[in-house]
């Protein structure tokens, strides 16, 4: 059966995008919504006689341009694919498990674990701030923009988020933001908005953003500390004098042998801290898929 609303084409390029990637529905459904709705704009504006079912015709059925998406997509998640991911499944376990340094996306992860404390602040700041704002002035007509503006701003923030997981941790996620509105009035937008699962998903998110924060920077930071603390024990050792370990019944005197053999110890533990950042890039990638996507 031929689509002959927009809805049911959206809902036939839904199944024709079936078992894709939630991320690439979403942007093939954002497209085709935003390039109809001007159509039929224009097309009304102009009163050319254009009919709805022309324009989807020009378009393109919904199994040819779900092809074409996908098509699309596997060539740029071919290029963007680190050569070192693309050819682990050949490589021995010690390769692996050193090649970890020289993977792009190990420091994607660690530079997102820092950088989540911060915006974990600035999500769970705005998020209790805009959520009360909203709620208060609920009862008042100025309530009506300020709800308007926080929903539209919690698109707009998970859509950035979004972008800097993808850039950072390598998931794939939205490339494009909503650019078609709900049709109606402004009472029907904020409703729509409001019955909308990825706008308190997206809200959750930005909640759990600041215990999450937290914890990815914390052991992150400590652990790397440790790391590097340890490695530059030989340098400490030119520089300061013999260091003793007391214990509370004895006490060990770290020599040149010890102190090397600490340097051993923390260049073990460095890598193990960078695979425990691709461990959380990894993690928190599929939650941000789950909670930020929706299709």
Known sequence: ?????????????????????????????NDAEAHLRVALSEAAEGQ????LPSI???FGVPEEVAAAYRDADAR???VMAPIATTQSEERSWSARFFGVAVDPRTYGAVLYALLALITGIFYFTFAVF????SVGTAILILGIPITLGFLMAVRALSFVEGRLVEALLGERM??????????????????SWLRDSRTWSSIAYMLLQLPLGVLYFSVITILLSLSLGLIASPIAALIFPPVDVHFEFFSIELGWV???????????????TLHLA?????????IAKQMLVRV
């Open 1 to 29: 059966m031929n689509p002959t609303t927009v809805e049911q084409y959206l809902d036939e390029l839904r199944r024709a995008l079936s078992g894709s990637d939630p991320a690439l529905i979403q942007d093939a459904l």
């Open 48 to 51: 050319d006689g254009t009919s």
């Open 56 to 58: 989807l015709e020009r």
């Open 76 to 78: 740029v998640a071919k």
């Open 130 to 133: 805009g959520l009360a704002l």
């Open 174 to 191: 939205p490339r494009r933001p909503q650019t078609a509105h709900p049709i109606g009035s402004i009472w029907q937008r904020v409703g």
């Open 258 to 272: 010890g102190t090397i053999l600490l340097a051993l110890v923390g260049a073990l533990a460095l890598f193990v």
């Open 278 to 286: 691709r461990g959380i890039g990894w993690l928190h990638g599929r």
